[in-house]
């Protein structure tokens, strides 16, 4: 499975980001698709998670109501698209933005970065003040 990130950038506060992470290669209706961030000097956390059929959504507190997860899935499942759109965006939000995924990961450890095997590269975002 290979993952490739885009969409970061330099954004003022209240505004918005789009991110996209093409997911390709053998994938399952099992696999959950995830993204983290990092923040300089802290841990990767998570931000937000979709199964792959769409039908559930997860997401850390503090992204709320101003985050959306969401994907487009092709009917071969050749590539597929997981998207992250950003709303109202705080200085906070600065980070680099992972997209990750794997088809073990289940629901009670699903914010848990180290049961992903699969991650993209990153996109940074920057919320300036």
């Known amino acids: 499975v290979q993952l490739q990130a885009s969409g970061g950038g330099l954004v003022q506060a209240g505004g918005s980001l789009r991110l996209s992470c093409a997911v390709s290669?053998?994938?399952?209706?099992?696999?959950?698709l995830a993204w983290f961030r990092q923040a300089p000097g802290k841990e990767r956390e998570f931000v937000a998670a979709i199964s792959w059929s769409g039908g559930s959504t997860w997401y850390e507190d503090s992204v709320k109501g101003r985050f959306t997860i969401s994907r487009d899935i092709l009917r071969d499942n050749a590539k597929n698209t997981v998207y992250l759109q950003m709303n109202s965006l705080k200085p906070e939000d600065t980070a680099v933005y992972y997209c990750?995924?794997?088809?073990?990961?289940?629901?009670?450890?699903?914010?848990?970065?180290?049961?992903?095997?699969?991650w993209g590269q990153g996109t940074l975002v920057t919320v300036s003040s």
């Open positions: 290669g053998r994938t399952f209706s099992r696999h959950i």
């Open positions: 990750a995924s794997d088809f073990r990961v289940i629901v009670g450890t699903l914010r848990n970065q180290y049961e992903y095997d699969y």
